[in-house]
């Protein structure tokens, strides 16, 4: 069965630290590949996403992700962390190569220190 | 323009009663998805509106979670006889069809059965 795995559960970083999160996915093809973060008493919101071509998306409020596919990972990058970016970051794929399901890793909350 | 609403944001009900969830997608999306999110499993797929097609209901857990999405727009969805294993985050998402890979989601409904 398809999987996500997110490895690490906390994070920790001071702010103006370089940032990365780990994702490692389990689908014989080319997956759909996403990451979302969900602040606090907010929704989920897409940071950025992989469906095809460059392997390194650049997304939104700084972020990028390199897929490498050689690894089945898809880790969500920053070069240096604002307070604001605490909060918690789910690693997803499209259920058998679609988007219409998504399968969530169980997230990593990321805590930002001044 | 609006995003994805839900409604109730809270609601506590006790064990036995039924409960609905309200979601209204964004206008013009006709694609619509539920997900939940609590402690024990994380963010699950529970069901999939495309259209007018039959929805994908595979991620429903039991025969007691129903869904119905009306005029293709707003879709509530059901538990009965809740139990205390069904309090959670309840959070709706939708994306323009099936070419829309991005699903935009909604703040949820925290769901907590006595």
């Known amino acids: 069965a398809q999987s996500v795995t997110q490895p690490d559960i906390h994070i920790t970083v001071s702010e103006g630290a370089s940032l990365e999160l780990r994702c490692n996915y389990s689908y014989g093809a080319t997956p759909y590949l996403f990451w979302y973060v969900q602040s606090p008493g907010q929704g989920l919101q897409l940071l950025l996403k992989y469906f095809s071509g460059d392997t390194l998306v650049q997304g939104i409020k700084g972020f990028e992700a390199e897929f490498k596919r050689s690894q089945s990972s898809f880790n969500l990058r920053k070069p240096s962390v604002h307070w604001s970016d605490a909060a918690e970051y789910f690693c997803?794929?499209?259920?058998?190569?679609?988007?219409?399901?998504?399968?969530f890793g169980a997230g990593t909350r990321l805590a930002v220190h001044p | 323009g609006a995003g994805v609403s839900q409604s109730p944001s809270n609601k506590v009900t006790e064990k036995g009663k039924d409960v609905e969830l309200r979601c209204d997608p964004i206008?013009?999306?006709?694609?619509l998805y539920w997900y939940r999110q609590s402690l024990g499993q994380g963010l699950e797929f529970l069901i999939y509106f495309q259209g007018n097609s039959a929805p994908d209901k595979s991620g429903l857990p039991s025969d007691r979670f129903s869904a119905e999405r009306t005029g293709g727009s707003v879709s509530t969805l059901t538990i009965q006889r809740t139990q205390q294993e069904d309090s959670a985050v309840y959070l709706c998402?939708?994306?323009?069809?099936?070419?829309?890979?991005?699903?935009?989601f909604g703040p949820g409904t925290r769901l907590l059965v006595l």
């Open positions: 206008s013009g999306h006709t694609a």
């Open positions: 997803a794929v499209g259920a058998l190569g679609g988007y219409n399901k998504l399968i």
């Open positions: 998402a939708s994306s323009l069809g099936p070419a829309g890979e991005t699903q935009y």
